[in-house]
Structures are given as C-alpha cells and as structure tokens.
C-alpha cells in the first residue's frame, strides 16, 4: 500500500449516489492517495457500485498501473490504489446502456492532472449510451461542461461514432482529454455578466425507426415556433436534426444558450418517452430555454457540480453565479474540502430579472 495518507469516506453522506465516487476517486489519482469508501449507495433503491461504476474504477486503475480490490456490481465497500505509471490509449466496454457521461466525469476528474503527453489521452468506448436518464447528454457534455473546460485550458470532447439508448445501449464513442503540461497554466473560472445573448442552439438526436412519423423534426418546429413567438429571430436560433441507428430506439434532446462574455448555460437533457408526444416533448425544450433565458446564473446547474472538481484541483481562485445549491453540488463541495480544504464562500443575491425576487448563489473560490 502506498505511503501517502488514506482518504477514507462514507458513500451513504450528503445525496449518497455515484458523484461522491467519481469525486473521490478523482482525487485519490490527483493526490497519489489510497481510497477507501464504505456504504456505497447505500441508501438507493439498488445500493452498491453500478456497472458505470465500476468500470470508472477499473479503467482508472488500468490508466494508472493502478489496483482495485476485486470489484462486482452491488459491492459496497471499495479499496482503490491509484498508480503512478499512466497510460494514453484504452478500450472500454459496457455491456448495458451504462452512460458514457457518466464515465467520462470520472475520468476528466482524474486526468485534469495526468502526465502531458503530445496527442494525450484516448478512451475508447465500446457500447453504452449516450443518452439516458439522471445522465448528461454528449451534446450538453461537448457543447457545455466541455466547453467551460476549454476556456480554462483542459481539453475534453467526446466523439460519438454511434448512439446507445437505453434500455440496450450500444453505442460506440472516444473520449479525448489533453490536460495542460502544468496546472499552473489553468485559467480560473470568472463569470459574473453573461453580456448579450449570442445564440441559441440545440440538438435532437433520435433512432433511425423514428424517421418515418418525423419526430425529431415535429419536436424541431414546435421549439421554433415557441421561440419565435416569443419574440427571438429566427438567425439567433440554430436547431439540428439527427438520425442514428441504435439498439434501442430512443430520442434525446439538449438545448444551450451562448452569450458574450462567454457563458454557455444549458438546460440539461430532455428524453423522449412511450406515450409522450413530440410536440410535449419541444414544448418542454422551449420552455427550459425559456426559463435560462430569464435567469442571471452565469454556470447552469447541472455544470456547476460538474465543473467543481476541476476547480477544486487547480491552484486559482474562482467566481461564479449558479441558480440553487443542488445536491449534488452540496455534496460535491463536502467532499472536495474534507479532502483538500480550500477556502470558498456561498452568497445569496436577488435575481433582478424575476418579478418573485428569487435568489441566486454567488460561488467563490480562494
């Protein structure tokens, strides 16, 4: 076992789901520490490590000529040592529609501080989905959360060669990552004014057997039709269409907003459902962007929790307006500080925009 101090957690604390692994065992690499967490999930409907999990765990272990203690779906007490002998390319596979979002948070997690290496890292991912529920959709992973990562200096993006849809996945997809050569080169995140909107876009993407009743183009004229008569041009809006054989079939729909002083918000991802038809479903996405549109965060919340790792990780400070303290982002942030304590501070101000006065949260970082 490694000389470096033991980070031990209980996985039951705070919103006690899968963050607090992917968290942690970002950092175990990051700090060249041991991780042990007990309870894992233990209050879920199926407690215990998920596939998703455990295959995080796994290829970071092989990344970096690490060990885990045997590992099976449903265990709830983990030993994972990281190692210090990283490797650039590796093939992962999901049996199920496992979501390649989910994989992807705990590995930039880890790789924010990995060896540079010139055409850096590369996981390839066979089956799997890319979209499925209480999960990110590439798109909003790509167009969004990468998107921040970008402006401060890491590089990530998934490249999606297939689709998977739950419930049989499937899909095929490389997820790239370049960390910087020294983290002292990252950028602090900084977002305070959005500045003018510059554009609003989303994209739908669903199986090829939903072609013939046209459904990603009805969900497309219903989310135009609402924006527009709201009083958004038509050059301000971008929506694309996509088809894609899969397993499954399946629809999953992401929406951002881009302003100029480069803030990307996004309204999360919205999926089709049995029974719910595409004009609820753009309806819906309008309706999301809508409500973005008439706020003042400058970090959406999915992102905030997402982001908060990376931030964490590097030595700058940070500043951000986010809507609501999640629970994600509330556990995110316990176990980030009890692992390396840094100094940080929540602030409520009043959203100026809203008639209700309802508040938003000013995050800083020292």
Known sequence: ???????????????????????????????????????????????????????????LASLTGGSTDPLHVGLTKVDFFPGTEWKSDHTVSIRTAGNIGMLSQTLHNALSQAPHTPSGYHIHVNGGGTYGKYAPGTAYLNHVTFAIFRRLGYHVSIEVLQHGYYPKGGAQAIIHLQPASNPNQYHGLHLLERGELESIEVAIHA????????????IMRTILSI?????????????????????????????????????????????????????????KVAQQLLALV??????????????????????K??????????????????????????????????????????????FKLS
């Not at 879920?44 to 999990?53: A, D, F, S, T, V």
């Not at 940070?318 to 940080?344: A, D, G, V």
């Open 317 to 362: 400070p940070s500043q951000f307006i986010l809507p609501r303290i999640t629970s994600h982002f509330q556990t995110n942030l316990n176990i980030l500080n009890e692992i390396l304590p840094r100094k940080w501070d929540l602030q409520k101000i009043a959203n100026s925009k809203k008639k209700d006065k309802s508040t938003t949260f000013l």
């Open 1 to 59: 076992m490694s000389e470096s101090p033991l980070i031990f957690l209980d996985g039951s604390r705070g919103e006690g789901g899968g963050s607090i692994l992917r968290v942690s065992a970002g950092l175990a690499c990051l700090l060249h520490r041991p991780l042990r967490i007990i309870n894992i999930r233990k209050n879920r409907k199926q407690p215990g490590l998920r596939l998703q999990h455990l295959i995080g765990l796994e290829t």
């Open 294 to 315: 008439d706020s003042t965060e400058t970090v959406d919340e999915h992102a905030a929790d997402q982001i908060l790792p990376f931030l964490w990780g590097i030595p």
């Open 227 to 283: 924006l527009i008569s709201n009083n958004f041009a038509s050059d301000l809006i971008k929506v694309t269409t996509s088809y894609h054989p899969s397993r499954s079939v399946g629809v999953g729909v992401d929406g951002w907003l881009t302003y100029s002083n480069g803030v990307v918000l996004g309204m999360g991802t919205v999926l089709g459902e049995r029974g719910v038809s595409s004009e609820i479903i753009g309806k």
């Open 207 to 218: 199986e090829d057997r939903l072609k013939k009743p046209e459904v990603a183009e009805r």
